[in-house]
Nanobody, 123 residues
Framework: QVQLVESGGGLVQAGGSLRLSCAAS????????MGWFRQAPAKEREFVAS????????GYADSVKGRFTISRDNAKNTVYLQMNSLKPEDTAGYYC????????????????WGQGTQVTVSS
């Protein structure tokens, strides 16, 4: 069983940056593809970014492409999301998860969700 804990969220002004971390425990995630999702109040959980097990392949939602960067450190059993040029519409709870099925950008392809970390971007 994998436990994931997200951290690094907070309140930031538009144009600012945050770095989210997703620390895994219980077992290594080095052989798993990982993803970040976000969910705003009254909205569905949406795909943000994914990374394959080695870090050699990444994918992004169009809304964050060029502003966000996903990375991982398998030695630390941790996945990161660097968020730059933040916009008010990026405000949401951010969640990481392990990809267990083939569809890269569907929440249904992921398991072992963390509890999330809140990101609030003020205008």
């Amino acid at each position: 069983q994998v436990q994931l804990v997200e951290s690094g969220g907070g309140l930031v002004q538009a144009g600012g940056s945050l770095r989210l971390s997703c620390a895994a425990s219980g077992r290594t995630i080095s052989m798993y593809d990982m993803g970040w999702f976000r969910q705003a109040p009254a909205k569905e959980r949406e795909f943000v970014a994914s990374i394959n097990w080695s870090g050699g392949s990444t994918g992004y939602a169009d809304s964050v492409k060029g502003r966000f960067t996903i990375s991982r450190d398998n030695a630390k059993n941790t996945v990161y999301l660097q968020m730059n040029s933040l916009k008010p519409e990026d405000t949401a709870g951010y969640y990481c998860a392990v990809r267990t099925r083939s569809v890269l950008d569907s929440p249904r392809s992921y398991a072992y969700w963390g509890q999330g970390t809140q990101v609030t971007v003020s205008s």
